[in-house]
């Protein structure tokens, strides 16, 4: 899960105030200092903390409740706010035909945040293409054209190791693509030698945007860091890496919207997938364990679930074959993990890490099953007696109590889809209430 630390406190704070018995001023109190507790534990700066709490504080406990709320909903949509607010706006969209230059220092994911942007934007329906211009760090242009071949991206690099003779070919050679993204030179420190070369190549590529990449573990240095290269280049956004593996990654973000820096995108996991637009107000609301159903809906659309076959899973109408079709889908949208804090509600849940790991497993393990199947068996599951069950363990290397295990689930999930009203029964109830009053249209 994104930010694994402050996602753990911030929903745990928000299942006590959500289930909670009463919710008078000391209970606020108390939610406020655990709050603040979370934040410093995710290396958010001190002042920035104390000033969110203040705020948060005087909003909840001496300004008037909207009319139609109570305390306990008025308290979660402004703890909502307030940390949307402190986390930055939401950044420009990047589509459209550009010239993006890529900067940052050694070591912060640079030349993989490249390729993952470009495939971002091939998803887009976008034509993008790479230029290699970093001879310092060895291997680099090996990397990077490596990693553009699993994407089937043209990658451009001098051979005489010359970057101001490789950004001006590759802006002729590259003038039909929609995007030429340009991979920079790092270094362990911001030096002269770097500093010039940085400014010399904006000079000739005129980038419409320059990207800065940031390693999530460094915290609260991302300010400063973010500040000085925007001195040099001017920069136009942050992409912060590595947000699945640290508890730093909010003093990061808090640290770069502060500082004026926007961050753009967000590197969450090592697959060329996990990468994301940043969008506080969906980020938080993962981070609250509210869910975030927009994000969920993108991957499916991504994973090519159809939206005929998802509302036909809904109704509780699937057979096994639906079933197997939204398992092999799933496995595309990334770890259930990750999914599941998409998913409004699960986050609140005390769901452990090794179930979600086991369930993945086995997950794996009933596609295999699905498959071993006759096509009678997926569209009629009722027709599998003990010796078709015997069969499918045996053509799937599996065991039968894994067969009958996964024929149990699916009629478990077939009744608790129809018991649930199917898509109307999701449109309404305690989920479509808590939803409306943080301003989510679902």
């Not at 945007?209 to 240095?221: M, N, R, S």
């Not at 509600?345 to 997950?363: D, N, V, W």
């Not at 069969?391 to 009629?411: I, P």
Request: glycine share 10%; with cysteine; proline share 3%.
């Amino acid at each position: 899960m994104v930010l694994d630390t402050l996602g753990k406190g911030l929903s745990g704070i928000i299942r006590r105030l959500i289930t909670g018995v009463s919710i008078d001023k000391k209970a606020v109190e108390e939610i406020l200092s655990d709050l603040k507790k979370v934040l410093l534990e995710s290396d958010v700066e001190l002042k920035l903390t104390e000033d969110l709490v203040k705020k948060i504080r005087k909003k909840c406990l001496e300004e008037k409740i909207p009319a139609g709320l109570t305390l306990r909903e008025h308290v979660l949509k402004v703890i909502y706010e307030e940390l949307v607010r402190v986390l930055g706006e939401k950044p420009g969209s990047l589509l459209g035909k550009k010239r993006i230059m890529f900067v940052g220092l050694f070591g912060t994911g640079k030349t993989t945040s490249v390729i993952k942007l470009a495939r971002y934007l091939q998803r887009q329906g976008l034509k993008p293409a790479i230029a290699g211009l970093d001879y310092h760090r060895p291997a680099a242009v090996e990397q990077l054209i490596q990693l553009s071949k699993q994407i089937h991206a043209p990658v451009y690099w001098n051979e005489n190791n010359d970057p101001y003779e490789g950004a001006k070919v590759a802006l002729e050679r590259f003038r039909n693509y929609d995007t030429i993204i340009f991979d920079t030179a790092g270094r362990d420190a911001l030096d002269k030698e770097l500093a010039d070369e940085l400014r010399r190549l904006a000079e000739i590529i005129k980038p419409d945007e320059v990207l800065l990449t940031i390693p999530a573990d460094i915290g609260k240095v991302a300010g400063p860091q973010g500040s000085e290269f925007n001195k040099l280049v001017e920069i136009t956004g942050v992409i912060v890496t590595r947000l699945d593996g640290t508890a730093k990654g909010g003093g990061a973000l808090t640290s770069c919207a502060t500082t004026g820096a926007k961050v753009k995108f967000i590197g969450i996991g090592e697959k060329l997938e996990d990468f994301e637009e940043y969008n506080p107000e969906r980020f938080v609301s993962r981070l609250l364990g509210l869910g975030d159903l927009q994000t969920l809906l993108e991957k499916a659309k991504e994973s090519e679930i159809k939206p005929e076959k998802v509302e036909k899973v809904i109704e509780g109408k699937l057979t096994l074959q639906d079933f197997y079709e939204q398992l092999k889908a799933m496995q595309k949208m990334g770890p259930l993990q990750q999914i599941a804090s998409m998913i409004p509600g699960f986050g609140t849940l005390k769901l452990p890490q090794e179930l979600l790991e086991k369930q993945e497993e086995k997950m794996k393990k009933f596609a295999v099953i699905i498959q071993s199947m006759t096509k009678e068996e997926r569209e009629n599951p009722e027709i599998i007696n003990a010796s078709r069950i015997k069969r499918c363990a045996r053509g799937s290397g599996t065991k039968e109590a894994e067969v009958r295990e996964l024929l149990a689930q699916y009629n478990q999930m077939k009744k608790l889809l129809k018991s649930m009203g199917g898509i109307k029964g999701l449109q309404r109830g305690k989920l479509k209430d808590l939803a409306k009053s943080l301003g989510f249209g679902f």
